[in-house]
């Protein structure tokens, strides 16, 4: 078997437990709970979990979605964040190759999907995740760059970007228009995509959240969900959103 296809199939496995790993700061972090005490136990009788019940995907089939002690169905979150995390640094790993840097971008891509989790089922976006997505966005190459093409240096004009205009939008609509977690979230994306992919990034989550803000007609819509898509989306297609730029601008 190729070098390449094992690395590929190790970064779709430290993505699964990874992803376990996500469910718990998903379901903990938002009740202001400890991340690593207590152990794993079921969220409905509280029994402490054997090791073999946390086998990330495996031990969820394998039990057949009830917990083991009090036969009470475990959420199909715990299964599809696992799964969807370990496809997430697949493609990851497919785009940018066996290089230093890539577990950062990864667990940068991580802590954005547990971000998307808690912002739509508690409409919060927990400052340590975020700052922990700012800060391995920030680990690149770019890190090193002395120009405007350092990442620090993108963050800062993206998230300071945008918050003024959330400052003035806020001033002349006479209420907040724009959270800090956004501002934040603007400062992972920019370091993690650079200039003009942020912006381009930025007019696709718009995009995305047109419909389900029209659905939602008087409920609250998270927008984090959509950033943080955007960014996936951008990211893994650089090369296709250029081209699409070119497009509109020259035709």
């Given at each position: 078997?190729e070098p390449m296809?094992?690395y590929?199939?190790?970064a779709a496995l430290?993505?699964l437990?990874?992803?376990?790993f996500l469910?718990?700061?998903i379901?903990r972090?938002p009740?202001?709970?400890?991340?690593?005490?207590?152990?794993?136990?079921?969220?409905s009788?509280s029994?402490?979990?054997?090791?073999?019940?946390?086998?990330p995907?495996?031990?969820?089939?394998?039990?057949r979605?009830?917990?083991a002690f009090c036969?009470?169905p475990?959420s199909k979150?715990?299964?599809l964040?696992?799964?969807?995390?370990?496809?997430m640094?697949?493609?990851?790993?497919?785009?940018?190759?066996?290089?230093?840097w890539?577990?950062f971008v990864?667990?940068?891509?991580?802590?954005?999907?547990?971000?998307?989790?808690?912002?739509f089922k508690?409409?919060a976006?927990?400052?340590?995740?975020?700052f922990?997505?700012?800060?391995?966005a920030?680990?690149s190459?770019k890190?090193?760059?002395?120009?405007l093409?350092?990442s620090i240096?993108q963050?800062?004009i993206a998230?300071g970007?945008?918050?003024?205009?959330g400052?003035l939008?806020?001033?002349a609509?006479?209420?907040e228009?724009m959270?800090s977690a956004?501002v934040?979230?603007?400062?992972?994306m920019?370091?993690l995509?650079?200039f003009?992919?942020?912006?381009?990034?930025?007019f696709?989550?718009?995009i995305?959240?047109?419909v389900p803000?029209?659905?939602?007609?008087d409920?609250?819509?998270p927008?984090v969900?959509?950033?943080a898509l955007?960014?996936?989306?951008?990211?893994?297609?650089d090369a296709q959103?250029?081209?699409l730029i070119d497009w509109?601008?020259?035709?």
């Amino acid at each position: 078997m190729e070098p390449m296809i094992l690395y590929a199939i190790l970064a779709a496995l430290v993505g699964l437990l990874v992803g376990s790993f996500l469910n718990v700061v998903i379901y903990r972090v938002p009740l202001g709970e400890n991340i690593a005490f207590p152990a794993s136990h079921c969220t409905s009788c509280s029994h402490p979990l054997k090791w073999y019940h946390n086998i990330p995907l495996f031990s969820w089939l394998f039990l057949r979605g009830k917990c083991a002690f009090c036969g009470e169905p475990i959420s199909k979150q715990y299964p599809l964040i696992e799964l969807i995390n370990a496809l997430m640094w697949l493609m990851l790993f497919l785009k940018v190759g066996l290089v230093w840097w890539f577990p950062f971008v990864a667990a940068s891509f991580s802590a954005l999907l547990a971000l998307t989790m808690i912002d739509f089922k508690y409409y919060a976006v927990p400052d340590p995740v975020n700052f922990f997505a700012l800060g391995a966005a920030l680990i690149s190459p770019k890190l090193f760059r002395i120009d405007l093409n350092n990442s620090i240096v993108q963050a800062l004009i993206a998230a300071g970007g945008l918050w003024l205009i959330g400052f003035l939008v806020s001033k002349a609509a006479r209420k907040e228009a724009m959270g800090s977690a956004d501002v934040i979230v603007a400062g992972t994306m920019a370091a993690l995509l650079g200039f003009p992919d942020f912006f381009i990034a930025l007019f696709l989550s718009a995009i995305l959240a047109i419909v389900p803000s029209l659905l939602a007609k008087d409920t609250k819509v998270p927008f984090v969900p959509f950033l943080a898509l955007a960014t996936l989306i951008v990211y893994l297609f650089d090369a296709q959103a250029a081209q699409l730029i070119d497009w509109i601008l020259y035709g």
